[in-house]
């Protein structure tokens, strides 16, 4: 197979079979004991313009696979193709130097705007590093531009000399949104963007990030460790467990339809916002299994109220449904179960009513 | 009890009164800059304030030693030695009189019981001290020629000791002025070689890791392993006594900054190790930025106040190293004055007991020490401004 064959032109990002695992160290000798196995063997593709939602408990690795893309991670095995102007790029295996121009195309947006931004930086000079270190215009042109972007995140440009301490959270976060942006990236891995913020800024910042997207035609890998986030602002969403993906689905039929076990547990443990709506709430037993040692088989089957035998032994692969290509889902039972959903179309509709 | 209901009056309650209360302090707290934060800090600090201030005024004398001395280090009267501190008056104890401030010479007189030289004050002989009086002849700051004093004795042939004076009749407290020269900067030199030592290795070892840091590790350990002083001893006896005072000089700040880079060494590479674990530094480096500008821009700015703190602390450390080399005859040697090396004439119990005055540098080394101590504290509040 040739690097170019059997992807979509649509398709900006095309990640196969990546593996990171952390050695750990011990001992004097600083001897490889094991590892964990943060990211074991994912593939997914993002579409340009999408938002794909990746959403998983903590410790599954959805980090590191941001991390990775964006090759603050080096990954361990896999592939990475990544569409350039000249075509597609295996990404995984470029060195520093190769990797420059690509950085200008995929750029990060990190969860906490405390530790995200150098307190002794000031604003303005905080989103104008990424110009500053591609050599992007002059300086007049920087500044102008800095503060075009301050105007767009909605702080104005009045900010530039402030320090990232005399901001609220909600600003410093659209401090890190804007630089983000500032080099005009088309690839925005966004991971956990509001979750260190607090609930009545954390609807404005979702609601900017889309904004921007639609303004500037942007896609995003959008990381929540919970679907209730994702829900209103992703077209795809991708649920991890344990460094593996269980299912890959439209976020409706996500919500509609949940084909996954662990889909259906992280479902129920959002509280149902629907008009009189109840539900019986299960919740899901025991702790996520250590990376190191990952279990046999399906890596969810300890914790599946539904695992057979079968699940034991064989790791199930993630391939579409029969009757449904657009979702995948990695799981013996997807056919024999039916799982609960979040809410029926029935309830979708009345929920949306009651939206507008 | 309905647990609810109460759970959300709290909450509302709490709320309202976080307002409320913090709206004064963030406001302002808002409006300052960082540089404004950690100056309002330090100033808040007033122990600390006053040792800066102490510090700088010690630091002025002995820079300026000739004008502040009222004798050069060496000027020395066989008439007086081991004279004791002579009082400065202003009032005659006979007549009551009040008159510009004056002395009485001494005049020595064997004791023919004990065979010592005892001093007695000849009251016949009012002697006023001077402002700005001519005397010794001095470089000011080594290069100006210049033989104007602070203060001193209006008549050359007596000589006034405010500190006593020592075996050779040289003036103690001129001395000690000479002294901090070599002293202070002692502290001074040693915690510079320190700070481009330590921090250097320190940041390469943290960012890299690996077997460069493994093995600055155990270096440092093996360093640190031998207790402090015997190793100073050693290294400073190792300093060839052939060599001019200067280079004695020399060995003895790199033999103290030997030790201290090894401490600061470990400060920076923990700091290091934390800062590049920060998401700003993993911003810059998602967006490219090379190893020597997330340095530059990112580790330097957020560790050199750290640095700063654990330097600061680290010169009385040396200063005290100094001292206790001279002390024992292996630190600076003469014609060099130290506080340490005057602090030798001290050495012997009967001394301190016949001429406690020899006593008086080691008052200036705890002066020195506690006030670097105390700033060293002040910026160590400093360096974190957004804690409250
Ligand atoms: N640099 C590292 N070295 C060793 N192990 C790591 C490293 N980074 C992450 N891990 C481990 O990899 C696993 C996945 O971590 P990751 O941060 O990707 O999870 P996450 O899904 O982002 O979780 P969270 O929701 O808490 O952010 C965890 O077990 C974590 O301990
Ligand atoms: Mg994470």
């Known amino acids: 197979m040739t ?42 593709s993002v579409y340009a313009g999408e938002t794909l939602g990746l959403v998983g408990e903590s410790g599954s690795g959805k980090t590191t696979i941001g991390r990775c893309i964006v090759r603050l991670y080096k990954p361990t095995t896999g592939i990475m193709r990544f569409r350039t ?38 604003v303005g000079d905080i989103i104008a590093e990424p110009l500053d270190i591609h050599a992007i215009g002059t300086a007049a042109e920087r500044r102008t531009r800095v503060e075009d972007l301050l105007e767009h995140v909605g702080l104005g440009a009045e900010m530039y000399n402030r320090f990232p301490h005399q901001l609220s959270g909600g600003q410093r976060q659209r401090v890190g949104v804007a630089r983000a942006l500032s080099i005009e990236p088309r690839l925005v891995i966004c991971d956990e963007p509001v979750s260190a913020l607090d609930v009545s ?45 269980m299912e890959t689905a439209p976020t409706r039929k996500i919500f509609e339809r949940p084909t996954h076990p662990y889909t259906e547990a992280l479902l129920n443990s959002i509280p149902k916002r629907i008009r009189g709506g109840h539900r019986k709430r299960y919740v899901l037993a025991g702790d996520i299994p250590s ?35 657009e979702t995948s889902v990695a799981c013996h039972l997807a056919e024999e179960v039916t799982l609960q959903p979040y809410y029926t179309a029935e309830e979708r509709r009345v929920l949306e009513a009651d939206r507008a | 009890m ?9 909450f509302r309650l709490f709320g309202l009164r976080k307002k409320h209360d913090e709206r004064d302090v963030q406001d302002e707290y808002q409006l300052l800059t960082v540089r404004q934060l950690m100056i309002r800090k330090f100033l808040r600090n007033r122990m600390a304030l006053l040792s800066f201030i102490a510090l700088v005024i010690i630091y002025l004398v002995t820079l300026l030693a000739g004008f502040f001395a009222p004798y050069t280090a060496r000027d020395a009267d066989s008439k007086l030695t081991y004279s004791p501190p002579m009082a400065i008056r202003l009032q005659d104890p006979e007549t009551g009189h009040f008159h510009l401030p004056f002395f009485y010479p001494l005049r020595g007189k064997r004791n023919m019981e004990t065979f ?45 000791h405010i500190m006593g004076s020592d075996v050779r009749g040289r003036d103690l407290f001129s001395r000690i002025i000479y002294g901090g020269q070599v002293s202070l900067s002692v502290g001074i030199f040693g915690v510079l070689i320190t700070i481009a030592v330590g921090s250097v290795i320190g940041t390469l070892s943290g960012y890299y890791g690996g077997v460069f840091d493994n093995v600055v590790q155990r270096v440092i350990e093996t360093i640190r392993s031998f207790p402090q002083l015997p190793l100073w001893m050693a290294l400073a006896a190792a300093i060839p006594p052939q060599w001019p005072p200067e280079w004695v000089y020399a060995g003895i700040v790199v033999v103290l900054a030997f030790i201290n880079w090894t401490g600061l060494s470990r400060e920076a590479r923990g700091l290091v190790l934390s800062l590049k674990e ?11 930025a090379s190893t020597a500008r997330i340095v530059r821009v990112h580790l330097i700015p957020n560790m050199a106040s750290h640095i700063i703190v654990t330097a600061t602390l680290a010169v009385p450390v040396t200063i005290l190293g100094e001292s206790a080399l001279s002390f024992l005859g292996i630190g600076v040697r003469p014609p060099m004055v130290s506080w340490g090396l005057l602090l030798n004439d001290a050495i012997k119990i009967q001394n301190i007991v016949l001429y406690p005055w020899t006593l008086f540098p080691g008052l200036f080394i705890l002066v020195a020490v506690i006030a670097y101590n105390f700033l060293g504290d002040g910026l160590r509040d400093m360096v974190d401004p957004f804690s409250r």
């Open chain 2, 116 to 160: 010592q030289l005892e001093y007695v004050e000849e009251r016949a002989k009012r002697i006023p001290i001077q402002f700005f009086v001519r005397g010794e002849p001095y470089l000011a700051l080594g290069v100006i020629a210049w033989d104007v004093h602070l203060f001193g004795s209006s008549d050359p042939a007596e000589r006034l």
């Open chain 2, 278 to 288: 920060r998401d700003y530094v993993h911003a810059a480096e998602a967006s490219g």
């Open chain 1, 291 to 325: 990376p190191v040692n990952p279990p046999s088989g399906c890596v969810f089957h300890t914790r599946c109220q539904y695992a057979k035998d079968i699940c034991k032994t064989e790791t199930p692969p993630l391939q579409p449904l029969p009757d449904d290509p």
């Open chain 1, 3 to 44: 690097p170019t064959e059997a992807v979509g032109a649509d398709v900006i990002l095309e990640v196969r079979d990546l593996r990171l695992h952390f050695p750990i160290k011990a001992g004097l000798l600083k001897k490889t004991v094991g590892y964990v196995k943060a990211v074991d063997g994912v593939s997914f």
């Open chain 1, 201 to 245: 800024v954390q609807a404005q910042v979702l609601n900017l990030l889309s904004d921007l997207q639609e303004e500037l035609g942007l896609t995003y890998v959008f990381i929540a460790h919970d679907l209730s986030v994702v829900e209103y602002i992703s077209d795809r969403v991708m649920v991890m467990y344990l460094g593996k993906l």
């Open chain 1, 85 to 122: 102007k000249a075509g597609l790029v295996n990404i995984a295996e470029l060195d520093k130097r190769e990797l420059q121009p690509i950085r200008r195309d995929i750029q990060m947006l990190f969860q906490d705007p405390n530790s995200s931004l150098n307190a002794r930086m000031r």
């Open chain 2, 2 to 10: 309905n647990k609810l209901a109460g759970n959300g009056r709290r």
